[in-house]
Nanobody, 127 residues
Framework: QVQLVESGGGLVQTGGSLRLSCAASGRTLSNYAMGWFRQAPGKEREFVAAISWSGTSTYYADSVKGRFTISRDNAKNTVYLQMNSLKPEDTAVYYC????????????????????WGQGTQVTVSS
């Protein structure tokens, strides 16, 4: 069993930056691909980014490509999402998720593809 806890959310102005963290406990994350998803009010949860277990492969939604960067530190059992040039449409609850896999992450953009989820952290971007 993997427990995931997100942190780092908050209120930021348009154009600002935030860095989200996802700390894991229960198992080492080194065998897991990790993903970030988000859910805005009244909308479906959507994929944001994913990173392979080794950190060598990443995958982004088109809406965040070039602005967001996913990274991981397996020694700290933590995954990060650096968010720059934030827009009001980035406002959502952000969730991290884990999938037990040694494969790449291209195409790992479905909710059902991940085994464990955190509780989420709120990100609000004001205009």
């Amino acid at each position: 069993q993997v427990q995931l806890v997100e942190s780092g959310g908050g209120l930021v102005q348009t154009g600002g930056s935030l860095r989200l963290s996802c700390a894991a406990s229960g198992r080492t994350l080194s065998n897991y691909a990790m993903g970030w998803f988000r859910q805005a009010p009244g909308k479906e949860r959507e994929f944001v980014a994913a990173i392979s277990w080794s950190g060598t492969s990443t995958y982004y939604a088109d809406s965040v490509k070039g602005r967001f960067t996913i990274s991981r530190d397996n020694a700290k059992n933590t995954v990060y999402l650096q968010m720059n040039s934030l827009k009001p449409e980035d406002t959502a609850v952000y969730y991290c998720a884990a999938r037990l896999t040694s494969s790449g992450v291209y195409g790992l953009n479905g909710i059902g593809q991940y085994h464990y989820w955190g509780q989420g952290t709120q990100v609000t971007v004001s205009s």
